[in-house]
């Protein structure tokens, strides 16, 4: 069986100029910490960033856009990073603002073979702008398409040796989505144990997903002002 | 003594909820309404980052790093609590298995539109779940001060972009508790030393006024 450990090194190896980049996380729980860290000293630029939000300046993604890294976000919010909306108006930076519950379903069609599905969320907002409506039942609907990515980093506590993660309480968020929506899945893991020691039961990710994986630090909790 | 009107407001909101509802709080007011629950009524708290029943505020030094709620703020689980990805969690409120959410308002017109996520040339913040939130959930309603800077926010049509159309079924403020139905607003209660005068003064919206109209403490 492959060895899917690697280097936090190796794997940012893998992530080239102008690539299509999901990130897991909401705000600061559940991101994978250390491969942010190594991606933000990186000098890699252009990437869309597809993340529910862009975190605060100085945590998680944040940092990538601070430092100027991105070319385009999609995502949900981005009212904690100032230095998001500073780029977008100053016409820096491409924006698309996704409806979380959208955004979360998109990337699980992406994941899922589905091209796309009709949602009642954004109906005479600017978000129905472009798209095509549908009447079902006498409600009006939105078609919303899938997306998906280059590349994919997840975290998760605990993985064993196949790549099977486990994922707790409120870090899972839109990690277990991301793993089926990329061409490549690299997942940070605080542990990885042999293959038997994870109850079945308590993977949220089948290894069968996850190309890669490092071993990064612990989940510290982030204080924020 | 004056009261709080933010603390009048949620002790109203709370009476709108009944015992075993699942309910999806939004931040500021609406997350002072699960403090303000009368005792015999308990609710089921979801948050959509992936929880059903979670808690309040961790206590300081008792956080846990795996756990905030929509606010981003560390919280706890209560006992039955769920933990899903955001799919799922979206897919509980998308599909019209939250009872009540309440949230907040820039504006509110005469239709139930609402308008809370966006004001041209301000901050870029962006939706969040709103716009899911207010699609999906059984019951709408909106906690609020009446006005800002003196200027009304029920209105006859929103003049900010729009979180939904239709979709506001109550409106909480301070000064008022106002029905959203198809012939328009209807100023059901009264808040703490409000005439119905003071509240047609302070809304731009026309209001229906039935002949007798509650009050609220």
């Known amino acids: ?225 | 003594m004056l009261r709080d009107p933010k603390v009048v407001i949620a002790e109203r909101a709370a009476l709108e909820l009944k015992d075993g509802d699942c309910v999806n709080l939004g931040i500021g007011i609406p997350t002072m309404v699960a403090d303000a629950l009368p005792e015999d009524v308990e609710v089921i708290l979801q948050s959509e980052n992936g929880c059903v029943g979670i808690g309040g505020t961790a206590a300081p030094g008792e956080e846990d790093p795996y756990l905030i709620n929509a606010g981003s703020i560390y919280a706890v689980e209560v006992p039955g609590a769920f933990y899903c990805d955001s799919a799922t969690s979206f897919a509980l409120i998308r599909g019209g298995h939250i009872d009540c959410t309440i949230l907040g308002a820039m504006q509110v017109d005469e239709k139930g539109n609402l308008a809370n996520w966006q004001v041209p040339g301000g901050k870029i913040a962006g939706m969040g779940g709103a716009m899911d939130l207010v699609a999906g959930a059984k019951r709408v309603i909106v906690t609020m001060i009446h006005t800002t800077k003196g200027k009304p926010k029920i209105m006859h049509k929103c003049t900010l972009p729009l979180t939904a159309v239709g979709v506001v079924d109550l409106i909480i403020t301070e000064m008022a508790v106002i029905k959203v139905t198809p012939e328009g607003l209807v100023l059901k209660e009264l808040g703490p030393g409000v005439t119905v005068e003071d509240v047609v003064a302070a809304t731009e919206a026309n209001l229906i006024i039935p002949a007798e109209v509650g009050h609220f403490e």
């Not at chain 1, 992530?15 to 990130?23: N, T, Y």
């Not at chain 1, 998109?106 to 009642?120: K, Q, S």
């Not at chain 1, 006498?138 to 997306?147: D, M, P, Q, S």
Request: with cysteine; proline share 4%.
């Open chain 1, 1 to 225: 069986m492959k060895n899917k450990e690697i280097s936090v090194e190796q794997a940012i190896s893998m992530i080239h100029d102008g690539m299509r980049l999901m990130v897991g996380g909401f705000t600061w729980v559940g991101y994978p910490h250390d491969l942010l860290e190594a991606l933000s000293s990186s000098g890699i630029k252009d990437l869309t960033l597809i993340s529910n939000d862009t975190c605060s300046m100085t945590v998680s993604v944040g940092k990538l856009v601070v430092n100027r890294q991105l070319k385009k976000v999609i995502a949900s919010h981005v009212g904690r990073n100032p230095e998001t909306g500073r780029q977008v108006n100053a016409g820096e930076l491409e924006l698309e603002m996704v409806p979380q519950g959208t955004f979360a379903e998109r990337i699980r069609c992406g994941g899922a073979g589905i091209a796309g599905f009709y949602t009642p969320t954004g109906i005479g907002t600017v978000i129905e702008e472009g798209k095509e409506k549908r009447v079902f039942d006498g409600k009006e609907y939105l078609l919303e398409r899938a997306l998906r990515a280059d590349v994919a980093l997840v975290k998760a506590n605990r993985a064993d040796k196949l790549g099977n993660l486990e994922m707790v309480k409120t870090s899972k968020n839109f990690n277990p989505l991301m793993a089926s929506a990329a061409d490549l899945v690299i997942a940070e893991v605080e542990e990885i144990v042999e293959v038997g020691e994870l109850p079945p039961e308590c993977i949220s990710v089948p290894g069968i997903l996850v190309d890669y994986m490092v071993k990064g630090a612990k989940t510290c909790c982030v204080i924020q002002k």
